[in-house]
DNA sequence: TTGAAAGCGCTAACAC
DNA sequence: GTGTTAGCGCTTTCAA
């Protein structure tokens, strides 16, 4: 059926153990030029591949890296699944996605198929901010960087974004044009992109002498449309002045706040203005196109395959978090506050 | 380390071989009950997992699936995608997704290495019409489910979309409108959803007594917005009387539509009205909300992979496609045509 | 530098 | 019904 390593080596006239120092990663492991130019030869003929299966039962190294995401279906994951598959394919690796649903119980499952199956690493966009698997993970000393999110401690290996910087920026943004009654809805708070978000908010806010009150905040219990729609109808029912301008934990969670914005027959920019976070795709065309702090997404997941390629060639040094800088983007979903924009600029 | 097969046996005060009866696949292969329980308890207290590898080696089979797309990028992909994982997960198999950017380079490596990595079948939602890979995987009669896409044979298991139908839906809404001059930006005609939507616009036209002519048509080279734009530029620049509708390829063709007629001070769905095809994520929420023929993606996924599993399983019946119905889905993106909006109805 | 031998953990054909 | 045996294809230690 196959050729083997076995075929290889008769046919070169050696034995299967000198074939296999010629084909195996390290190349020369002390086998003449002759001898392994004419394995190399009968390799080439017959057409050998190796067959990983048996090296990995060898080796008990697979050149797979096991990624955990929440839903591919999200489409901030598409490009950051990219990079990291990219990357580690350019190395020869191969990549074992699964969809976990922030479900714990999946991630954990998950996370033991992949074990059984002998994956050199784990890249894990899954983390929550205290994660049992994460420090199982760390405890058994396995190879694992985390991916966006991170946990709250901080010796462990990830790339993230700059959350706070991305959110001075939207403030920042924001109060240029005149908004002082900023609300925030903020994603899930055990999710250390929602609970860093929301500090930031919360310090940024404070920084420009506008120290949120509890009214101005709200938490969305899932970094999704739907909760976002429940988390702002909240907000605005809880009967405060309403705000002028919304900073929302994400780009799905800021279409959610446009929806209930409709609802109410306000409209966004005129009434409310919403910044939203990432930059996903398509967030260029949606209505109004979305002002929106972007993160590097595919960047984000070569940074961590490059990293955890590293670790998994044996690299302990740097245990701590990878900072990717956001940049503000601009777009039709943001505009001087009602008020503000019938006065002269300030 | 591990705990392999040998202890849990031990422990029970059984061979190996016994154990293994008990524990594999079939469940009971001829143990009688107590024992079956002794070895299970044992199992149970050493928490013991099957090693996939070794067991792949042995039996050459891995619960393993190799999954071609050509870019989970692609909003299109994340729902197929799931809904293939997740079936696949359900029966305890893995999922191996490999983007290959309809790169036939790409798909020959990637097909290489999910081969020797000894998948137990493929799905593939990468077929150009024409596949010499496609073929290959028939000749060598491996487990194949095409997904999508099909090839220019049919004697091939697949799950596509009634493109016919899809297409005489968007038709007839659009006659139903009052247009006559309707146009088609095709996708790409190497791959069978572009053809065969063109087909079925040509046949769907020339029901309604509305024969398109050369000048209607113009052929995109990728399901991209930039390609739907340079697509749709040709058609308008290449000087016949201007359509009042267009039937995109798919909705990013669509949008790329959208551009062009932006640059071109035209506006949507006043001047010109657009229907996709598709209807992927937020395709509700881009300007305008995009009317479009929506094909079940996820379940699109479910059903390859549980013809896949079937074949996987020994089946050999049914090598036709399987086509599953489009809805259309009425958004802001039609309207009827500008002169006979002043008409009465006719 | 190369060959020999052992064994990764498991299953399946065969023997008892 | 259970134990025995062999071996999937590869790597790697040890000897020569």
Do not use: K
């Amino acid at each position: 059926m196959r050729v083997t390593l076995r075929d290889v080596a008769d046919r070169a006239g050696v034995h299967p153990g000198t074939a296999s120092r010629v084909l195996s990663a390290g190349g020369g492991g002390a086998v003449s030029a002759p001898t392994a130019e004419r394995v190399r030869a009968a390799a080439r003929e017959l057409g050998y591949e190796p067959n990983p299966i048996a090296r990995s039962l060898r080796t008990s190294r697979s050149q797979t890296v096991g990624v955990l995401v929440p839903d591919i279906t999200n489409p901030l994951f598409g490009p950051i699944v990219r990079g990291v598959e990219d990357t580690l394919d350019a190395a020869g690796y191969v990549s074992l996605v699964i969809n976990t649903d922030n479900d714990p119980a999946r991630e954990r499952r998950a996370f033991a198929t992949l074990l059984a199956r002998q994956v050199d690493g784990f890249v894990l966009a899954t983390a929550h901010r205290h994660d049992a698997l994460v420090d199982e993970a760390i405890e058994r000393s396995l190879a694992v960087v985390l991916l966006n999110r991170t946990v709250a401690r901080d010796d462990v290996c990830a790339v993230v974004g700059d959350q706070t910087h991305g959110v001075e920026l939207a403030v920042a943004h924001l109060r240029a044009l005149g908004h002082t009654r900023v609300a925030h809805v903020a994603g899930p708070q055990h999710l250390s992109t929602g609970a860093a978000r929301r500090e930031a908010f919360v310090a940024a806010m404070r920084h420009v002498g506008r120290s949120p009150t509890a009214g101005d905040i709200v938490v969305a219990d899932s970094f999704t449309e739907e909760a976002g729609r429940r988390a702002f109808r909240a907000l605005l029912d809880a009967g405060g002045e309403p705000p002028t301008a919304v900073v929302a934990g994400n780009d799905l969670i800021a279409l959610g706040c446009l929806d209930v914005l409709a609802e109410r027959g306000l409209e966004c920019p005129r009434d409310v203005s919403i910044v939203g976070f990432n930059d996903i795709p398509l967030m260029d065309r949606v209505t109004p196109a979305m002002t929106t702090v972007r993160l590097p997404q595919y960047e984000m997941g070569r940074r961590a395959a490059e990293l955890l390629l590293g670790r998994v060639a044996g690299d302990r040094q740097r245990e701590r978090p990878i900072v990717l800088e956001p940049r503000l983007v601009v777009r039709a979903s943001t505009a001087p506050p009602r008020a503000a924009a019938l006065l002269p600029a300030a």
